[in-house]
Structures are given as structure tokens and as C-alpha cells.
């Protein structure tokens, strides 16, 4: 898969109803949505130097993140990715896991060997290498909009909390999980091939949305860490 952009915006529920209104003139939702959205489940990996914590602080322009990440349901696939960001693109390369291998990863995965899954392998190297292991549980919802041209995909991503509660995953509702942004603040995510149409880019003008580099983990990290006060100032 080649890279793609990635532009990422703060919103509020204000500006997801108007935009959502736009957008589904022009747009389709996506066809694995049933109803208004669907919760996202994410847990993320780093290592004993927390090196994707660190490259997200330092600003560095080239870095990956490993995540096992689910959607809608507790019958959805689970999927294993590695997402790589350079600037603004990014490139995902994901493989779907099996139920005992997640639970073997979530143990440490010292009873895995290396196979035919690359992701995997790679992850398990990083285990092995550098100690890689959990560290948190995202957990939020998303509405998607898509169309073909450009294969344009747009997400609002509400309600984002993070856990370290990662024998919750299963569980229909995560307890104790701790929001990463202020009530009524939520994420836009537009992500395309090369170009954005102009019916679509049309849309997205209000005159206030404001780009900015947005990472779940890094600020989820945060958020459990106690660091992270407040978004916006």
C-alpha cells in the first residue's frame, strides 16, 4: 500500500453536525456502519524506552506504532497493524489475529514462533528486542464517510478515553477509562491518495478548522500519566 495523507482537526459536537450534514451530500457512509457509527478498540505497543512515545515528542518525521485494534463488535475481526507516519502520510499494513495468538501477545508472546506473518513477525521482534509490550487501551467512536475518488475516507472520532485495563477489552463497556479531550471536543481525520476532490474539500470549509497533529497514543499516554491537563488552551 503506498502513502497516503492524513490531515487531522480538532471539532466540536457543533461543527460534526454541520460537517456531517455537508458530507453526506457528496459522500456515502461507510458499509460496515450500522447506524450512526461504531466503537473502535485499539490497544498500542511500545518498547522498555518508550521510543513511540519519545519519536511522537520529539517530532520525528518517520515512526511507526504497533496496535491490535477491533471494530464495531465482539464478533468483529481482530486486526494486528503497524501504521507508519512520514509528515503528513501514513501507510498501514495490518493482518487479522487470532483469539489465542492475541492472548499469547498480550502475555508477552514467549510462546509464539516466527511464521508467514510478516506483521507479526515484526512485532514479535520488537518483543523480543527491544520489550515491547502494551500500554494502552484506546477506545472511542467513529462515523466514517468515503467516496472512490482519490479513495477519500473522513472519520469523526468522538469520545476518545484510554484505559489500562487491558483485560477489559472484551467487556461490553470499559470501566474506569479516562477521556483524552475536554467534554464536546472531538477528532476529524481526512485521509486520502494524492488529491482531495473539490466537491469534498468544499465542504470542510467553515473558515475555523485549524490543522494539528493529533496522536490518540501519545496524548492517551499522557492522559493516564497525569501530564495532559487540558487541549487548546
Known sequence: MEY?????????????TVLAQ??????????????DCYEIRSIYFDDLKDSCMEENEAGIHLRKKYRIRTYGSANAPLKLEIKEKQNS???????TLERETFDAL???GGSLSFGQ?????????????????PKVLIVYERTAFVHPSGNVRITFDRNIAVSRHFDAFWDEQIAGSIPILPTGLHVLEVKYDEMLPDMI??????GKLRQTAFSKYYLGRLALDSQFLHWGG
Open 4 to 16: 497516503r495523507v492524513e490531515d487531522k482537526y480538532i471539532v466540536s459536537d457543533a461543527d460534526i
Open 106 to 108: 498480550m502475555e508477552g
Open 201 to 206: 474539500a468544499k465542504q470542510l470549509e467553515t
Open 117 to 133: 506473518e510478516p506483521v507479526l513477525n515484526q512485532l514479535l521482534m520488537q518483543m523480543r528486542l527491544n520489550a515491547m509490550k
Open 22 to 35: 455537508r458530507l453526506g451530500l457528496v459522500m456515502q457512509q461507510d458499509i460496515h456502519q450500522q447506524g
Open 89 to 95: 502520510l501514513i501507510k498501514k499494513t495490518a493482518e
